[in-house]
Structure formats: C-alpha cells, structure tokens
C-alpha cells in the first residue's frame, strides 16, 4: 500500500524557502583595505590643523631614519652637528647621548660650513627664494619669487630653524620638506632637510640659541667613515603638495592653526 503525503500550499513554499537557502552561496566579504605600516615616529601626526602623511618605509631604509645613541662625534654638548659627507644631524645633549637625524644637504659647493648659531625657530615658516636662488636657478624658483606663506605649500615644511653667524643672517635653514627622496641625498640649494616626523621631533626638543657645527670632510672621514660619501646628488626641484597629500590638498590654502598660548 503505497502511502501518499500531503502538503498544503504554505507548507510546501516553506520547504521551498529553506531549500533555497541552504544552497545559496554566503555573501563575499570585500577584502579589508591594506594599511600603510609605519616605522615607530614615522606615522601620520596632526600639527596645527593639518594631517602629515607618515613616511613610507621605502624612504626609511637602513640608517636613513631617527636613532639615539652615544655621541662619538667632536662637538660640545648642547650643539647641532651637522655631517653633510654623511647626510646626518646630530641633537648633541648635555649628557653625552644624542639622536641621529637623517637629512639632506646643499648639493656641492651649496652647503653652509664651520659653524654658526640657530637663533630663531619657526613653526609652519613662510619662504621666499634668495636672490641668489633667483639668479642662478631661474628655472626652479622664478615662479616663486613673490614668496610662499607658511603651510602645506611652503616648501620649508612643518618647522624651520635659522642661522645666524653673529648679527648676519645666514639664509640657511635646518628645516621640514615634502620631498622623502632628498634626505639621505645632495639636492637642496644649500640648506639642511629633515623629514617633517623628524623636525618637529628635533624642535620639541631644543631651544635657541645653540650652536651650530657643520662637520669638514676632515672630520666627517674621522668621525665616520663608513658612511662618509653617502647618498647621490639630486637636481633641485620643489614638491608640489598637492602630488603628496591627495585629499588633504583641500587645506593647502588655509592657514596653519596655532593655540593662543
């Protein structure tokens, strides 16, 4: 006797239903955006209102980055020393130690030397291209010679520290740039670049006046020789923010944003 089930219409689209569903593939999940990994202080910050880009780690390769150590060198304490052979800034404390910055320098025959004395620091400067700049790479800083404001367009970054030899003022500058392929490299007209991370780092750390030492070949070849001669030299050339930054390209015009204090 052959038995004969029943269903009723609701009970038969039920099944339908759950037929389905169990043979319906889960939706994919769109994988998760990839994050940029930084080095440890070379992150994205906020400063005054804008948001620096962290460093990619492909500027940041081997000794081309922040490092604090004992100081070996030849400068008293409290003493910027500046090795142009081998692209470093050295904050000299009154304890001996020091942190090394990686910077770029003046390509040959441009960069300052001897020493001198950082009397003034700025935050987020303004810049105008020396005449000397003007008559010799008109090319590069012509467009410039009406100056630019302080901020996201300046190419004298997020801080900048100046130079003085007695009263005279040097026009050379220790100061931020958006261009990461000048540090560790010969490029600039003469003055000394840091990474923004690292400028603002230095600036937080120190106050003017201090003196300033440029090294000599002499006492760069003493000093350290093993990376005496590092980098190449680079043409002159001003980053635009806007290849850099991509949406924060919105606030290039817009002041830089300081607390009352």
Not at 91 to 115: F, K, L, M, Q
Request: aromatic share 8%; hydrophobic share 35%; proline share 10%.
């Amino acid at each position: 006797m052959t038995t004969v089930t029943k269903f009723s219409r609701r009970s038969f689209g039920a099944m339908m239903l759950a037929s389905t569903a169990a043979c319906a593939r889960p939706p994919a999940i769109p994988p998760l955006p990839e994050v940029q990994p930084f080095l440890e202080g070379y992150g994205p910050i906020q400063d005054a209102g804008y948001n620096l880009p962290g460093i990619p780690t492909e500027y940041l390769q081997g000794v081309n980055r922040r490092m604090s150590g004992i100081y070996n060198g030849e400068a008293g304490p409290n003493t910027l020393d500046v090795d142009p052979y081998a692209k470093f800034l050295y904050h000299v404390r009154r304890d001996g130690t020091t942190t090394r910055y990686p910077v770029g320098v003046g390509r040959a025959g441009r960069s300052i030397r001897g020493s001198a004395t950082m009397k003034l620091m700025r935050e987020w400067p303004g810049w105008t291209p020396t005449q000397n700049m003007l008559r010799t790479e008109p090319e590069v800083y012509g467009p410039f010679r009406a100056g630019i404001p302080g901020g996201l367009r300046s190419p004298l970054g997020a801080r900048a520290l100046y130079l003085y030899r007695g009263s005279r003022d040097t026009f050379y500058r220790i100061h931020g740039t958006n261009d990461l392929e000048s540090i560790g490299n010969s490029g600039s007209a003469g003055c000394i670049r840091m990474f923004n991370q690292d400028v603002i780092h230095l600036y937080n750390q120190i106050e003017a006046p201090m003196k300033v030492l440029i090294r000599s070949r002499e006492e760069s070849l003493r000093v350290d020789p093993e990376n005496y001669g590092r980098g190449i030299e680079l043409p002159a050339k001003i980053i635009s923010p806007e290849e850099l930054l991509g949406p924060e390209a919105e606030a290039l015009d817009r002041p830089p944003e300081f607390d009352d204090a």
